[in-house]
């Protein structure tokens, strides 16, 4: 089993940046692939980027295509998300959730991180 919580949410203005940090429990961690996905007020949460769990293989939303880095440490059972050039569409309450193996479904989920991003 893992548990995850997430940190680093915060106001920032347009342009910003802020690292989200999602810390996870479990001897297992390093076998999970990690995603970071979002819910803005009255939408469905949606993808924004994953890691493999060798942190080799990345995947983003296209949104946040050059603008986001997810990286993951396995010795400190970490994943980040540094997020630059931040947007008021950035908005968002974000989840680190976490998958076996390769990818699939999100078996275990944080609590979320409010990102708030003013114009």
């Known amino acids: ?8 949410g915060g106001l920032v203005q347009a342009g ?3 690292r989200l940090t999602c810390a996870a429990s479990g001897r297992t961690f390093s076998t999970y692939a990690i ?7 009255g939408e469905e949460r949606k993808f924004v980027a994953a ?6 293989i990345l995947d983003y939303a296209n ?9 993951r440490d396995n010795a400190k ?3 980040y998300l540094q997020m630059n050039n931040l947007k ?11 998958a076996p193996g390769e990818g699939g479904l999100y078996n ?3 609590q979320g991180t409010q990102v708030t991003v003013s114009s």
């Open 1 to 8: 089993q893992v548990q995850l919580e997430e940190s680093g």
């Open 16 to 18: 910003g940046s802020l």
């Open 35 to 41: 995603g970071w996905l979002r819910q803005a007020p």
């Open 51 to 56: 890691i493999n769990p060798s942190g080799d």
């Open 63 to 71: 949104s946040v295509k050059g603008r986001f880095t997810i990286s």
């Open 77 to 79: 059972n970490t994943v």
């Open 88 to 98: 008021p569409e950035d908005t968002a309450v974000y989840y680190c959730a976490a």
């Open 108 to 110: 275990y989920w944080g």
